[in-house]
């Protein structure tokens, strides 16, 4: 312990296409995919676990230089299943205000609870259950808005993140001239 898993999936959002905000284009896709972790954890380690989740989630955009903040959800805003909830939020220029691009929870012993996952110490006996936390690591559409944002110059075109460097085959620069 702890267990951790990582992978990517896709998802689909049941209310696309219904009445309000953020209904057409990447910010809220019908079907996205975004990478989930998932934790399971002695209860005394969860706390410890939920920060090292964040820290996964910040060292990704600190090496992309994404401006993010960290929000703590108050309990109306939190799953069901949830103790706690941390949400990680990048700035978005085209819509001068912060977006969420992941979430991360601490679901203490519900969810090992409600699926009867116990864990034994079969140094004294002890049976347990452990601590459950899950995050949607990093939604990828919202990222790609971030990045294309964040790192559009004046005349339109978009430098590439150093660190997205070594996957572009050495382009710095993402143009409509084809004289790149």
């Known amino acids: 312990m702890p267990l951790k898993y990582t992978t990517f999936t896709n998802c689909f959002r049941a209310e ?22 998932v934790t399971i954890s002695e209860p005394d380690q969860s706390d410890t676990e939920l920060n090292n989740m964040i820290s996964c989630v910040e060292n990704i955009l600190k090496k992309l230089s994404i401006p993010y903040r960290i929000v703590e959800l108050c309990s109306s805003d939190i799953g069901f299943s949830s103790s706690y909830t941390l949400d990680i939020e990048i700035w978005m220029p085209g819509q001068n205000k912060y977006r969420e691009v992941s979430s991360c929870s601490n679901c203490k012993d519900f969810q090992s609870r409600r699926m009867k996952m116990r864990i034994k110490n079969f140094e004294n006996g002890e049976i347990y259950y452990p601590h459950t936390l899950n995050g949607s690591s990093l939604a990828v559409g919202r990222l790609l808005i971030s990045i ?20 572009t085959n050495g382009l710095s620069i993402i143009s409509n001239d084809k004289k790149i």
């Open 16 to 37: 696309a296409g219904a009445s309000g905000t953020d209904t057409k284009g990447l910010m809220r896709e019908h079907q996205f995919g975004k990478v989930e972790l």
């Open 148 to 167: 294309l944002e964040n790192y559009q110059n004046e005349d339109g075109t978009i430098k590439i993140p150093p660190i997205l460097k070594d996957y």
